[in-house]
């Protein structure tokens, strides 16, 4: 049976750009934090084999968005953005967000055991985190170190990030809608 009459795509169609729809969706981008959020809702069974399981989507991404991977991330496009990831909880998820091991970087959705959702800008947003705010936030530096020498798509040993910009407070309701 074909991917295609089941509703699947090959990597390799996931991220050609689509240029044809425009804005924010549907680029290599895009699809890239679609295929976190579609990834972070199966239930992998060895929690430090998450960013090393989904290496070789990551190393076909990196052909088609050309710039560095970073624990889950991508540097040159929309880091700051992808940033802005949170936890999906629902009854069924509760209680199963922290690893028992490190696993990535607090601030990588690689973190969290569990499903996530990730934030897609629009210039026109009510929401707090807006490209216009984001205008105001730099990142100065990031520093990662793969857990092996030669795989910088994989699992990573240590990190930091550097971040410059303004602090707002929230209030954050962890309940699921509905």
């Given at each position: 049976?074909a991917a295609s ?18 804005g924010?969706?549907k680029?290599p981008?895009?699809m ?6 579609h ?8 929690a430090t ?9 990551a190393?076909?991404a990196?052909l ?5 991977y970073?624990?889950?991330?991508w ?15 629902t009854?069924?998820t ?5 690893a ?9 959705w690689?973190?969290h055991n569990?499903p ?8 026109g ?10 205008g ?5 530096k990031?520093?990662?170190?793969p857990?092996?020498?030669d795989?910088d ?16 407070g ?9």
């Open positions: 049976m009459s089941l509703g699947l795509v090959t990597i390799k169609e996931l991220y050609e750009p689509r240029l044809e729809l425009g924010p969706y680029t981008n895009w890239w934090q679609s295929t976190v959020e990834y972070t809702r199966r239930r992998l069974t060895v084999e998450r960013l090393t399981a989904l290496s070789g989507v190393r076909v990196q088609a968005l050309r710039t560095r970073v624990a889950g991330h540097w040159d496009v929309d880091f700051l953005c992808s940033l802005c990831w949170a936890p999906v909880r009854e069924e509760e209680g199963t967000f922290s028992d091991c490190y696993v990535a970087p607090s601030w990588s690689a973190a569990g996530v959702t990730m934030w897609i800008p629009n210039a947003s009510e929401e707090l985190v807006t490209p216009r705010f984001l105001k936030t730099s990142v100065r990031v520093s990662v170190v857990a092996t020498r795989h798509v994989g699992a990573v040993s240590s990190e930091s990030i550097t971040v410059r910009g303004v602090f707002l929230v209030a954050v309701d962890t309940k699921p809608r509905g």
